[in-house]
């Protein structure tokens, strides 16, 4: 005799608990570190008993870990295995590798390569300036788009009216040289649809500029890739010097990239 399948959940509950997943794994994601049951509740208002099942089961399957008292959780290495497997996997940073290693030798600057995901950028590699005062910005940060040269060359590739769509209610200052009006900004971005480039003279970081182009292997533009330099270290001749080497970067991207 056949047996009756047991009764499945209801979608909308599989739904919820995804998506409470997800929410938490992205919590521990911003925040670096160890954080107890009653400061993920707080942030994230889900019901503590719920949460703390959540927890555990996370914990069990290694996406979440917790300190030697078991009360304070942060992030799991698998988490890690699996961002690491979309960086290995992604074509544009494997075919832009090259020349992001000769952009590097021939401005010795730090340099970056990072992706558009809704109001921010998300970093997909880096290559470490040669000299010793430098920035330091690890693959998988994200900052917001509007105050980062990355950000503002791929936005500049999008209409004013998507732009619009994009930008969050609020354009909070990371320094007191941010862009925080859509005026400005939409300014800003018109100008950088003319020249060709985008910069970030200390908007996001105080003593850090930053120049930008985009790679156009898709319209509106995904990528971009920038060369950050401290202010003490940039001369006019230095960042023409930049600028020149980034336009070129740009020709070789876009033949890297043509395929994709």
């Known amino acids: 005799m056949a047996q009756t399948p047991s009764p499945a959940a209801p979608v909308g509950a599989n739904v919820k608990s995804a998506v409470r997943t997800v929410e938490l794994l992205e919590f521990f994601a911003g925040r670096p570190g160890l954080h107890s049951l009653a400061e993920v509740q707080e942030a994230l208002g889900y019901p503590k008993s719920s949460l703390y099942m959540l927890l555990r089961t996370l914990v069990e399957l290694g996406w979440v870990e917790t300190d030697v008292t078991g009360t304070r959780y942060g992030i799991g290495m698998r988490a890690l295995l699996v961002g690491t497997a979309y960086i290995d996997g992604d074509e544009v940073v494997a075919a832009t590798r090259p020349v992001l290693d000769r952009l590097s030798d021939e401005t010795t600057e730090t340099i970056h390569l990072a992706r558009l995901d809704g109001v921010d950028v998300v970093y997909l590699a880096t290559r470490a300036s040669q000299h010793y005062l430098r920035p330091f910005t690890r693959v998988g940060r994200r900052l917001p788009a509007y105050s980062t040269s990355l950000g503002k060359a791929l936005l500049a590739t999008h209409t004013d009216e998507?732009?619009?769509?994009?930008?969050?209610?609020?354009?909070?200052?990371?320094?007191?040289?941010?862009?925080?009006?859509?005026?400005?900004?939409?300014?800003?971005?018109?100008?950088?649809?003319?020249?060709?480039?985008?910069?970030?003279?200390?908007?996001?970081?105080?003593?850090?500029?930053?120049?930008?182009?985009?790679?156009?292997?898709?319209?509106?533009?995904?990528?971009?890739?920038?060369?950050?330099?401290?202010?003490?270290?940039?001369?006019?001749?230095?960042?023409?010097?930049?600028?020149?080497?980034?336009?070129?970067?740009?020709?070789?991207?876009?033949?890297a990239t043509r395929h994709l």
Request: net charge negative.
């Open 162 to 255: 998507e732009i619009e769509k994009l930008l969050p209610e609020r354009l909070e200052p990371l320094t007191e040289h941010t862009l925080t009006t859509r005026a400005a900004l939409l300014e800003e971005l018109h100008a950088i649809r003319e020249r060709g480039y985008a910069t970030d003279r200390e908007e996001n970081t105080l003593g850090l500029c930053c120049f930008a182009v985009d790679i156009p292997y898709r319209t509106p533009s995904r990528d971009a890739v920038s060369c950050s330099v401290p202010v003490a270290r940039l001369t006019p001749g230095r960042e023409q010097m930049i600028r020149d080497a980034l336009f070129a970067a740009r020709e070789r991207l876009a033949l």
